[in-house]
């Protein structure tokens, strides 16, 4: 059997974790395999709302096997909070959830140096979430780093012994902070944590894979955050790519098989970061208004633009996407034409490719179509689909040589429609 991947290729939010709620019926193993808290992950079903942050979305599939990879970094104090709201849902995953021994914990004092570090930017601030997803990450590559398998043992010596040093580099910020406050819930989350089934999850992934069982990786935040390929230094602190996966699962790159690539029939981006096709007028706080553009995570309002076809062809070379989807497709409903970005216009003249660096001056290349201008959330069939939407996906499938098989017309899971 093989791994097959789910990835988001924009700027996140792109709808990830509805899409792996709709697949994870022919998968027995849902896994996370990199970033934290910082990933929203909505599904909505049965006239019902969920936030996902670190729990794969394959757990309102009562039967699968969910695992956080080695790759993740976990918040204990949101972590049970998580679970507790789960639990008033009437949704137990105290037999389903496993939890690799090698993710890294995020602690209090990563959360006061995210805040402490992202205030004393000022105007060059990256936007972070301030869920402390950096500095565990900085904690981990500079070998300082707590794990959850070290709950097991002497966690409490080697939790003072590391929030010594992160005060002693919160001082150098001047940064004003509450200790009992941001270390409210710890205890108990480490506690919650314990209740759940520790693993080696590498030796765990490629058992399951030598049993013969199906496995979705599930991606957080989107390609263009990556730490290596997306637009530096705006980006997250983990590999969001397909190659991430493996790391943060432990697999072999040979057991990759599908690469799912799921990407908004526009684009958003949430905090600071080059943007190239983002709207500032009227047909932006439509996109906004009518996608409900408010982070899940955070709440902040996403800024909107066209889809921009240069960028995602970068995404899907870097991931070797064989399978799109789309989802959002609802939202352009309200246009009469519909932009997508080509090229970027330049100092130095017209380019196709994804640069090095994103300058403030570059222009868009639009082409224009017209829209589809009705509603599309009661269709639930592709052969319903008016010619200009069918028209929109074949120039999406023509430019980047990968099949459009999902369309998302809504937030339910009711509104995902597979092409044949």
């Not at 019902?48 to 956080?68: A, E, M, R, T, Y």
Request: charged share 25%; aromatic share 8%.
């Amino acid at each position: 059997m093989s791994v097959d991947v789910l990835l988001g290729l924009q700027w996140g939010d792109e709808g990830k974790g509805k899409v792996v709620d709709v697949l994870t019926p022919k998968y027995d193993v849902i896994t996370r395999f990199q970033g934290g808290p910082n990933a929203g992950h909505t599904l909505e079903f049965e006239g019902k709302k969920f936030v996902l942050h670190n729990i794969p979305s394959g757990i309102f599939q009562g039967d699968k096997i969910n695992v956080i990879g080695n790759g993740v970094v976990l918040d204990p104090i949101i972590f049970k909070e998580e679970i507790d709201g789960l639990k008033k849902q009437g949704i137990d995953l105290s037999n389903n959830l496993f939890i690799s021994k090698k993710a890294h914990l995020i602690l209090p004092t990563h959360r006061i140096l995210d805040a402490a570090s992202e205030a004393a930017k000022g105007k060059t601030r990256i936007g972070s979430t301030l869920k402390g997803i950096g500095p565990a990450y900085m904690d981990k590559t500079g070998r300082n780093g707590i794990r959850v398998g070290d709950i097991l043992s002497g966690f409490d010596e080697k939790y003072t012994s590391l929030k010594e040093k992160h005060m002693t580099l919160i001082s150098m910020y001047g940064f004003d902070y509450n200790m009992e406050e941001y270390e409210k819930g710890l205890k108990e989350g480490i506690e919650t944590l314990k209740q759940f089934t520790l693993i080696n999850s590498e030796h765990e992934m490629n058992r399951y894979l030598r049993d013969g069982q199906s496995i979705l990786a599930e991606g957080a935040q989107g390609t263009l955050l990556d730490i290596d390929f997306g637009s530096y230094p705006y980006v997250t602190s983990s590999n969001t790519v397909c190659a991430g996966a493996c790391i943060g699962m432990g697999i072999s790159p040979r057991n990759i098989g599908e690469v799912y690539g799921i990407f908004k029939a526009y684009c958003t981006r949430v905090g600071s970061g080059p943007f190239p096709t983002e709207l500032f007028d009227e047909d932006g706080e439509k996109m906004r208004k009518n996608g409900n553009e408010f982070g899940s995570t955070t709440g902040r309002p996403r800024r909107c633009g066209w889809l921009d076809l240069v960028a995602l062809k970068y995404s899907v070379m870097i991931n070797g996407v064989t399978q799109l989807i789309m989802t959002k497709g609802d939202v352009l409903g309200c246009f009469e034409t519909i932009k997508i970005a080509t090229a970027y216009k330049t100092d130095v003249g017209i380019i196709n490719e994804f640069p090095f660096e994103l300058p403030e001056n570059l222009e868009p290349v639009y082409k224009e179509m017209p829209g589809w201008h009705c509603d599309l959330t009661n269709v639930r069939t592709e052969k319903d689909f008016p010619k200009e939407l069918k028209n929109y996906i074949k120039f999406i499938e023509d430019e980047l040589e990968v099949p459009v098989t999902i369309v998302s017309v809504g937030p339910d899971r009711e509104q995902i429609i597979v092409r044949k």
